[in-house]
C-alpha cells in the first residue's frame, strides 16, 4: 500500500490482486488505494479476501459482469445503501449473498437493502441468522426487532427488544443519565 505500489506492479506485470481481510475486519491500505482508484474494479469478495482486476482489455468482460460498484467489505456502514440506489445495491448484495452464502458481509448488506427497501420478510431472515452469530451487536438487534415490528410480528419484536434491555443495548441517553439528566 505504499506509494510505489504502481511501480511495483508495472515491473512484475499485475493486473490482479487477490488481498485478505483480516480477522479484525480492517481492510490494508492497498485495498482502501485500488478501491478508491478508477483504473481498479472490486469484482469479488468475501469475508477473508478481495479481488480486484485492473481495468485493461483484458479485463473489461470480467469487469462488465462481475463489478462492485457501491458495496465493498470495506465499509461495514453500509452508508452506500440509499432509497436511491437501491435497485443496483441490492443486486450486488443478492451477487455476493449468491457467490458466498456464509459471508457476514453479503447477509448484512442485503438484510440491510431488505430494510430500506422496506422487505422486511427478508431482512428478519437474515438478521435472524445473523443475530447468532458470535459478538452480534445492538444494530443486527435492533434492526431483526424493527424488521419484526414491521410484519407485525410483536411478540417475537417484544422479545427482541427485552433481549437488548437485559443485555444492556441501546440504553438511550435516558439509561445512561438517568430521567433527570443524571445517574
Known amino acids: 500500500?505504499?506509494?510505489?505500489?504502481?511501480?511495483?506492479?508495472?515491473?512484475?506485470?499485475?493486473?490482479?490482486?487477490?488481498?485478505?481481510?483480516?480477522?479484525?475486519?480492517?481492510?490494508?491500505?492497498?485495498?482502501?488505494?485500488?478501491?478508491?482508484?478508477?483504473?481498479?474494479?472490486?469484482?469479488?469478495?468475501?469475508?477473508?479476501?478481495l479481488l480486484f482486476l485492473e481495468r485493461t482489455d483484458a479485463n473489461r468482460g470480467a469487469i462488465a459482469r462481475h463489478e462492485f460498484k457501491l458495496l465493498w467489505p470495506g465499509d461495514w456502514s453500509l452508508a452506500a445503501i440509499t432509497a436511491t440506489n437501491l435497485p443496483t445495491v441490492t443486486a450486488e448484495a443478492r451477487r455476493a449473498l449468491e457467490r458466498s452464502p456464509a459471508s457476514v458481509?453479503?447477509?448484512?448488506?442485503?438484510?440491510?437493502?431488505?430494510?430500506?427497501?422496506?422487505?422486511?420478510a427478508t431482512a428478519a431472515e437474515l438478521y435472524a441468522t445473523l443475530v447468532q452469530q458470535?459478538?452480534?451487536?445492538?444494530?443486527?438487534?435492533?434492526?431483526?426487532?424493527?424488521?419484526?415490528?414491521?410484519?407485525?410480528?410483536?411478540?417475537e419484536a417484544d422479545r427482541v427488544f427485552d433481549r437488548m434491555i437485559r443485555e444492556g443495548q441501546a440504553r438511550g441517553e435516558c439509561g445512561r443519565r438517568g430521567v433527570h439528566g443524571r445517574n
Open 105 to 120: 458481509f453479503a447477509q448484512t448488506a442485503l438484510a440491510r437493502a431488505s430494510l430500506v427497501g422496506a422487505d422486511y
Open 134 to 155: 458470535k459478538g452480534a451487536g445492538e444494530n443486527y438487534w435492533r434492526d431483526y426487532g424493527y424488521a419484526l415490528f414491521m410484519l407485525q410480528r410483536h411478540t
Open 1 to 49: 500500500g505504499d506509494p510505489q505500489w504502481r511501480a511495483v506492479f508495472r515491473k512484475y506485470d499485475i493486473h490482479a490482486a487477490l488481498l485478505s481481510i483480516p480477522l479484525n475486519r480492517n481492510v490494508s491500505r492497498l485495498a482502501k488505494t485500488l478501491h478508491q482508484e478508477s483504473d481498479w474494479a472490486l469484482v469479488a469478495c468475501n469475508d477473508h479476501t
